[in-house]
């Protein structure tokens, strides 16, 4: 596999600025982009999910947005195909491929597979969902530490879903996700290069806050309205940072200031989530942002290495 093939992989937290950098990026070296974005899925989730802008998109081809309607369910086998066709069909063209987003499954999904093990049991998850509710995402890291420490030592004490999967293996096989064949520490599928972008950290809680603030402002609570006015979310869908918040406020449950506090925490708590399972990318190239930094000088930096 050459050069050309080689993914670059542009990730990092949220409100780092991923979106613009990696359409220069992917202007300079001759790329098209695949969001990595679990959210971005979904058509009309637009302003709560920071889509690339139509200005964006027009500079440079994006692949994998608008695929489903909210009420339709995206997971992690079917990303995977679509993103391994997009990427088939790019390098066909002669392009290059940036992939942008951080999706920490979908990433790992991407450039690792998907691990082959039983079908979903959403009998088992819907417990267990209502039993981390009532203890916490800690006691179930800890229950999994206890059937399969190898597994439980790759993944982070706050991330929910690979718990979930995890202890769903266990149930379902007798065995857990690090005794299986074709397991999710396996050699990656792709040549791939990974820059992480961020900001301090008392500099990113700032930018979240007035991110949020400014999503509220560009029309947020109208585009709930829109989606629950065709039919809703689905289960996957409603998880987005922020549509919980604001769909808690429109029936009334929380006011519009505590539905903005309340986002505003969760995605500062999502990004600190972020940079922790980033750090098991041990060869990522880390851009650590500052204000007024050159944007183009970052994007000429990276086509240059």
């Not at 302003?47 to 994006?62: C, D, Q």
């Not at 987003?101 to 691990?115: F, K």
């Not at 209502?130 to 530490?145: C, K, N, W, Y």
């Not at 429109?250 to 750090?279: C, D, I, N, P």
Request: charge should be neutral.
């Amino acid at each position: 596999m050459g050069e050309a093939d080689r993914l670059l992989v542009l990730t990092g937290t949220t409100s780092s600025g991923k979106n613009r950098l990696g359409t220069r990026w992917a202007e300079l070296v001759n790329a098209e982009i695949i969001s990595l974005d679990s959210m971005k899925v979904y058509r009309g989730m637009n302003i709560g999910t920071a889509k690339p802008s139509a200005e964006l998109r027009g500079r440079v081809p994006h692949h994998l947005l608008d695929l489903l309607d909210p009420l339709e369910r995206m997971d992690l086998r079917q990303f995977v195909s679509r993103a391994e066709n997009a990427i088939a069909e790019i390098h066909s063209r002669g392009h290059r491929v940036v992939v942008v987003g951080g999706t920490a499954m979908y990433l790992n999904g991407v450039l690792y597979g998907v691990h082959s093990g039983p079908s979903r049991d959403l009998e088992f998850r819907t417990r267990l969902r209502q039993e981390r509710d009532e203890v916490g995402i800690a006691a179930l890291h800890a229950r999994l530490s206890e059937v399969d420490a190898k597994a439980a030592a790759k993944i982070d004490a706050h991330d929910y879903q690979r718990i979930e999967r995890a202890l769903e293996i266990v149930v379902l096989t007798g065995k857990g996700p690090s005794e299986q064949k074709n397991n999710w520490f396996c050699e990656p599928r792709y040549s791939f290069r990974v820059v992480v972008v961020t900001w301090p950290r008392d500099v990113l809680r700032t930018r979240i806050e007035a991110r949020v603030e400014q999503m509220f402002e560009a029309g947020w609570i109208e585009e709930v309205k829109a989606i629950e006015s065709k039919g809703g979310f689905s289960d996957e869908a409603a998880r987005a940072l922020g549509y919980p918040q604001i769909m808690a406020y429109l029936s009334g449950e929380l006011s519009l200031e505590a539905a903005k506090e309340r986002t505003k925490v969760k995605t500062w708590q999502f990004a600190r989530r972020q940079l922790t399972w980033m750090k098991k990318y041990q060869d990522a190239e880390v851009i650590l942002r500052s204000e007024g930094d050159d944007l183009e000088a970052l994007a000429q930096r990276l086509a240059e290495e």
